[in-house]
């Protein structure tokens, strides 16, 4: 999730004149991309789902709605999966209010632009963290202040959100299974520290085999995991047997390499099939998921339009943008045409889908490696580099911020 209000005088941080506390006054855009996907899923227990809202201005239009039985393709769609904007402006929360959020680099890059965001205060308290200015190293000392500065900013969102919070694990360590292993738990060790209990927290690592393998492990520990960065079948099983809490697909970014590109089985086999890839490969992850009793949620994310989304009800989480929320919000359904929308996914359609004796094999990392195509290795490698240089940037501006001048 990044944020954006507008363009400050200067990117240092200026002095805090408000706290934490004071998350809920005042008004402040956020803006999450599915670049880096920041809204999340709801927490159980099951939260209401996502309404559409209408202001005062059209109040008695929308009571004549109710009166009468109508509902908006937002209503009717929302029945089958959780519906997660994309894009979330604070200014319009009661429209489309987020349910959940992510911190990540972005996130603090974001911070670090704004002269007057409410998160401000959160990255300037880790800046000043005795813990960290005391750390000789000055690698260490950055990576101190980061942590801290992720945690603090992720204790205000779960104070604004109902759901979890999910946050980044440096996608420098993407390939160091224990690396990652010990930066979610020094995460962990922080938000325990100000009272944020692991129930409330996700913690959102790339889906290469070592992050797979860190995932399987946390998991055996009862801290809940999202993998990101899936995009063939391979990474999904693997992520699946792992017991990853969260997996995401990317649908768009899948649809716009095979629109460029050959050369990949999995793409070719779907097209051949006169399917799209991205919105297959969910559904075929989603059937594996639900065939064989793994725990895993299902996220689609860079969905582009409503017939993505209408392709693909019935899976946990959908990630739409909000002119097509706004566009299913506006528009109104008659109570027979409510029950014109089909669940895609389901359970029982799960158990009627057949694997190959290949893909139902016990994944390891041979076996990913072998069955990964130029489709996922080139997009998970792109995703990597991008996530690398925003966590660069991040320490590239502590260091040039720090201390920040109130301390």
């Known amino acids: 999730m990044s944020l954006s209000l507008r363009s400050p005088p200067s990117s240092t941080l200026s002095s805090a004149s408000s706290s934490s506390s004071s998350l809920h006054d005042g008004k402040l855009r956020l803006l999450a991309r599915s670049a880096s996907p920041k809204l999340a899923f709801r927490s159980r227990p099951p939260l209401p789902r996502i309404r559409a809202s209408s202001s005062s201005s059209s109040s008695s239009s929308s009571s004549s709605s109710l009166d009468t039985g109508l509902s908006t393709e937002l209503d009717a ?16 929360f009661e429209k489309f209010p987020p349910t959940a959020a992510t911190v990540s680099s972005s996130l603090l890059l974001g911070i670090c632009s704004l002269p007057d965001t409410i998160f401000r205060n959160a990255v300037e308290m880790a800046l000043a963290d005795r813990g960290c200015y005391g750390l000789a190293n000055n690698e260490m000392r950055l990576s101190c202040f980061v942590n801290k500065a992720l945690v603090n900013v992720g204790s205000d969102l779960a104070k604004l959100v109902p759901g979890r919070v999910s946050t980044e694990v440096d996608a420098r360590l993407a390939y160091d299974t224990h690396g990652i292993i010990r930066k979610v738990h020094d995460l962990l060790k922080l938000y325990g520290e100000v009272d944020v209990p692991p129930e409330r927290l996700l913690f959102k690592i790339p889906s290469t085999w070592q992050g797979i393998e860190a995932s399987r492990l946390l998991e055996s520990e009862g801290i809940q995991t999202h993998l990101t960065f899936v995009y063939s079948f391979a990474q999904a099983a693997a992520a699946a047997q792992a ?25 070719d086999a779907a097209l051949g099939r006169g399917e799209d890839p991205g919105l297959a490969l969910v559904t075929k992850a989603y059937n594996y998921i639900h065939k064989y009793g793994h725990k895993s949620k299902l996220m689609a994310a860079a969905v582009r339009n409503k017939q993505d989304l209408f392709s693909l009800l019935g899976v946990d989480y959908i990630i739409a943008p909000l002119k097509v929320l706004q566009s299913l919000k506006e528009s109104i359904t008659t109570p027979d045409e409510k029950y014109s929308f089909v669940r895609r996914l389901s359970p029982e359609s799960a158990a009627t889908y057949n694997f190959s004796e290949e893909e139902l094999c016990k994944w390891d990392q041979l076996t990913l490696a072998s069955a990964m195509g130029p489709t996922s290795v080139e997009l998970l490698a792109a995703g990597l580099d991008g996530y690398v240089n925003q966590a660069k940037r991040v320490e590239e501006l502590f260091g040039k911020i720090w201390p920040p001048p109130n301390v």
Not at 253 to 264: Q, V
């Open 77 to 92: 769609v929302s029945s089958f999966s959780e519906i997660v904007p994309d894009t979330v402006i604070f200014d319009d």
């Open 243 to 267: 017991g990853a809490s969260v997996i995401q697909i990317f649908v768009g970014r899948i649809r716009d390499w095979a629109r460029n590109h050959s050369g990949d089985p999995e793409v």
